[in-house]
């Protein structure tokens, strides 16, 4: 029997659906391993490791534009609603993994000021922040694959964990400060650092809440804690 000419549209259709997903979960995960990479540097004080995530920074954007081009080919085919939501999704998605990537990068980029200092006790509660994130990273771009809203869910409502560690930790690096006067600089640089960890826990989030979305298109989400008490924290 002969395939109609609708097959061969529908069958296009959904191998380039496929090769987008598969173009944002590589995306995904190249941001989850430049944020690792980047946490072992600040471990190891290696300035020539930094620099090569800070570089690798490149391949996350480049993908994204690749992503952004597949996307728009999609589009033109006059997707229904529920591909119209994959589209928006995925657009939203790769925005998110590119900022992850660069907060990656940038903590390798302060990693370089930080070895300028003395080795500072706190660089552990960074690791312990940077490590919750990497497995945010990962647990959502799972939900992705596997197009599970409520692991999404799962997700976005451990953000709160982050948010505990980071406050902690912002208010440690105060005490530290005010306690000796040199450790004002590379205390200042861990808690940019510790920043961008938070902030990307916060794209996860993100990406969490259009994973919802495209699962469930407007139905409102379940209400999130959030713990960074860090714009009304006060020293011990």
């Known amino acids: 029997m002969n395939t109609q000419p609708h097959d061969h549209i529908v069958k296009s259709y959904d191998e380039e659906r496929q090769r987008l997903i598969g173009e944002i979960l590589r995306m995904g995960e190249m941001a989850a391993a430049q944020l690792e990479a980047a946490l072992d540097v600040v ?30 080919k999609l ?30 990068a940038n903590v390798a980029k302060r990693s370089t000021a930080l070895n300028l200092s003395p080795p500072l006790p706190l660089t ?71 920043k961008n960890i938070e902030r990307i826990g916060d794209h996860a989030t993100n990406i969490a809440e259009n994973i919802w979305f495209l699962v469930h298109g407007d139905d409102a989400l379940p209400p999130r804690e959030k713990r960074d008490g860090t714009n009304t924290a006060t020293t011990p």
Not at 48 to 63: C, H, T
């Open 124 to 194: 552990r509660g960074l690791n312990a922040i940077g490590q919750l994130a990497v497995t945010q990273i990962r647990d959502v771009l799972q939900a992705y694959r596997d197009n599970d809203a409520e692991a999404a869910q799962r997700v976005r409502a451990k953000d709160a964990e982050i948010d505990t560690l980071y406050t902690g930790l912002f208010r440690e690096l105060l005490t530290y400060m005010m306690e000796d006067a040199r450790a004002i600089t590379p205390c200042t640089h861990l808690l940019f650092m510790a």
């Open 75 to 104: 589009a033109l085919r006059g997707p229904m609603a529920r591909d119209l939501r994959e589209i928006l999704a995925a657009l939203r998605i790769s925005a998110d993994i590119e900022r992850i990537g660069d907060y990656a």
């Open 43 to 72: 471990d190891r004080r290696d300035d020539k490791a930094a620099a090569r995530i800070i570089a690798n920074d490149e391949a996350i954007d480049a993908l994204e534009h690749v992503v952004s081009q597949d996307v728009m």
